[in-house]
């Protein structure tokens, strides 16, 4: 079936350093949609995005759509330590009734 | 705007009870939702579709019998836990899709089941 499969499941982050997570789906996506998940909590809608080739940014986040639409990332840029959690992307088909299918997650951790 | 609730936020049940938990949109109409159960350090999984005033679709693996979702208004869903076992013990969290947006899902806050 479908796969989403993001690296790295865990980066540890000196504050002020940059951090990136990918995902590769094993279909081509109709979008993509990254969520935050903070210890305790439940997962926080942070972008979609629809377009081949899109780049979308959000202050110090930065979130891009592969061409074929297969792949996606999310770089953000000097770390914070309000940064901390888990992110997971998401993807969708046109075929499959609006399932989200998530990635395993990347947890991130920011040493002050 | 677009907000799910979820009730209980956690519960502690024992060993061969069943357990609701409800979904609410608050501010929408939501014509489908989902149900994830989500195990400690692991990823979402979903466990089922649900529109409303339809059967519910199970993911391949999820007992349609134990895990009984009903999705009686276009803002409520419910997940029926039957004859709860310690496996079972997990976090479960709901989602839903407006009528507006064929893309966008609102998640509700979660309900963490313990099964002693």
């Known amino acids: 079936g479908q796969q989403v499969m993001q690296i790295p499941q865990y980066q540890h982050v000196q504050e002020g350093e940059d951090f990136t997570t990918y995902c590769n789906s094993s279909t081509t996506l109709s979008n993509i949609q990254w969520y935050k998940q903070r210890p305790g909590g439940h997962p926080v809608f942070l972008i979609q995005?629809?377009?081949?080739?899109e780049v979308k940014k959000q202050k110090r986040l930065t979130f891009q759509f592969g061409e074929a639409k297969k792949n996606s990332s999310l770089h953000i840029t000097a770390t914070q330590t309000t940064d901390v959690g888990t992110y997971f992307c998401a993807g969708q088909t046109n075929n499959q009734g609006g399932k989200l299918i998530f990635g395993q997650g990347t947890e991130l951790s920011v040493k002050p | 705007g677009a907000v799910v609730s979820q009730h209980p936020s956690w519960v502690i049940c024992k060993s061969g009870t069943s357990v609701k938990i409800e979904c609410r949109s608050l501010d929408f109409q939501a014509t489908t939702m989902f149900w994830y159960r989500q195990f400690p350090k692991q990823s979402l999984m979903l466990m089922a579709t649900?529109?409303?005033?339809?059967?519910?679709?199970?993911e391949q693996g999820v007992e349609k019998d134990k895990f009984l979702i009903n999705h009686a208004s276009l803002t409520l869903s419910t997940l029926t836990v039957t004859s709860a076992h310690p496996e079972d013990s997990s976090f479960y969290i709901c989602?839903?899709?407006?009528?507006?947006?064929?893309?966008?899902?609102?998640f509700g806050p979660g309900t963490r089941l313990t099964v002693t």
């Open positions: 995005l629809v377009k081949s080739g």
């Open positions: 989602s839903a899709r407006s009528r507006r947006s064929s893309y966008e899902q609102y």
């Open positions: 649900s529109n409303e005033g339809s059967k519910a679709t199970y």
